[in-house]
């Protein structure tokens, strides 16, 4: 196998070695021949076919072979090949095998014609070309069995020069028509052969034309044939045509960095950057780094009293507050503070003389800071009727509420309500609980 193989790449390297470039790249009309193998054993073995086909003998023979080029890179080409073949006597099908016997078989004559296309995927100025080929066939055994088949495979052309090539081939031969399942149909066929053009071979001779002188109306170097600008000096680049300015702002591709976008020649072609991306551009923006609105040149909404809420937001943009009280102070403790100077006189709803004094200031409170409501709420202790505490309390805390609407509060912001004895703070036990549970507490409502 060895020697085989040794002397296969010999032949190669001297078929390489003396080939010529003068073939044509569309093959002339050629006849030649081949010797062929054909190999029922590997072929059944490799393809899986019905065991009960074995047969371990291989059958030589020859072809003789026309072929002709389509294309540079397809080719015609039929074949008419014999050789001897085994068979059963007794059924006269190829290669039977029966179980149990001895099988020596007879050789009768097996003629094929067979016609099929090959691709090439090299032309044929190459010293070598693989391809591809499939085609239709049909074989005759004995003069009397006769069966289809569709040659298909590949092999390597090469190049002997003057259009003469050498062939190595193999081709699977797969039947076409379904018989008898004992039957060994399908073959491998290897073959070398060889080709020669029928007349004589000439080489390619090269085209010898005059030169023609381009018409150049710019005189840009590019012939008006292919300069899509002709009456404009351009370059070769674009076609004959001057640089492009495909966003039409007046700085051509080539200088041009946002090339898809109008833009200025300060920037390279590229509109005016906007750093913070806030939408407003750098030159209208007052704080280019920090995300504002046009309202305010670009920079954020101010925050005068710096207490985290935003001027737009802070009812009390110039004092520092929560965002409880919309940017306002908390006045709820303030509230808290005054609600404890506010007295009446012992089961009246008159306000005691001392407390007005306290009431002004949260008037004061009320005016400087307009976003709050007042909530005013009256409480007694547990001694007495509840129905006359509980009226008791609300009419302290209606007396304090028209005392603030006497002050120019409006009613809007005010609303008073009694709990009598419902809502105590310490125990009513003692002396000292109760005063504490008779009282009047204010609170802040934003």
Excluded at 139 to 154: D, E, R, V
Excluded at 263 to 273: E, N, Q, S, T, V
Aim: charged content about 20%.
């Amino acid at each position: 196998m060895k020697k085989t193989i040794l002397s296969y790449l010999a032949v190669l390297v001297v078929v390489m070695s003396f080939a010529q470039k003068s073939v044509s790249l569309v093959k002339p009309a050629s006849i030649g021949g081949s010797l062929f193998l054909k190999d029922y054993p590997s072929c059944l073995s490799t393809f899986r076919l019905n065991k009960l086909g074995w047969n371990g003998e291989l059958a030589p023979g020859i072809n003789g072979l026309y072929t002709i080029g389509l294309s540079p890179n397809f080719d015609f080409t039929t074949t008419f090949g014999i050789c001897n073949s085994k068979v059963k006597n007794s059924t006269g099908h190829f290669f039977y095998y029966d179980s149990g016997k001895i099988y020596k078989g007879q050789e009768r004559l097996l003629v094929e014609l067979s016609a099929y296309v090959s691709y090439k995927f090299l032309t044929n100025d190459k010293p070598v070309v693989p391809y591809v080929s499939l085609g239709v066939g049909t074989s005759l055994y004995n003069g009397s069995y006769l069966l289809p088949y569709a040659p298909m495979g590949g092999g390597l052309q090469f190049n002997l020069g003057n259009d003469k090539y050498l062939y190595t081939q193999v081709l699977v031969h797969q039947v076409l028509k379904t018989g008898n399942v004992n039957e060994t149909k399908e073959n491998l066929n290897y073959s070398v052969g060889v080709s020669f053009p029928l007349g004589k071979s000439t080489p390619r001779k090269p085209i010898v034309t005059k030169p023609i002188v381009a018409l150049d109306s710019d005189n840009d170097g590019i012939p008006d044939s292919i300069d899509k600008c002709p009456y404009v000096v351009g370059f070769v680049k674009y076609n004959g045509c001057p640089v492009p300015d495909t966003d039409g702002d007046g700085i051509n591709d080539e200088q041009d960095s946002c090339a898809l976008m109008p833009g200025l020649a300060k920037y390279h072609g590229c509109p005016i950057p906007d750093t913070d991306k806030d939408g407003i551009n750098d030159e209208e923006d007052s704080c280019v780094n920090i995300p504002g609105i046009a309202k305010y040149k670009g920079c954020p909404i101010p925050d005068r009293d710096g207490d985290g809420i935003n001027d737009e937001e802070d009812k009390c943009p110039d004092e520092a507050g929560v965002a409880a009280n919309k940017g306002c102070p908390d006045v709820q403790g303030k509230m808290n503070e005054l609600a404890k100077n506010i007295f009446f006189n012992t089961k009246s709803s008159i306000i005691a003389k001392g407390a007005n004094e306290t009431l002004d200031k949260v008037v004061e409170i009320m005016n400087k800071y307009p976003d709050f409501r007042l909530e005013i709420e009256g409480h007694t202790d547990n001694i007495g009727n509840p129905i006359i505490n509980q009226k008791l309390s609300q009419k302290r805390a209606d007396a304090i509420k028209s005392y603030f609407i006497s002050k120019g509060i409006n009613v809007s912001r005010l609303y008073s309500i009694g709990y009598g004895k419902d809502k105590p703070i310490a125990s009513n036990k003692t002396p000292q609980g109760r005063g504490m549970n008779r009282r009047v507490e204010l609170h802040a409502k934003y």
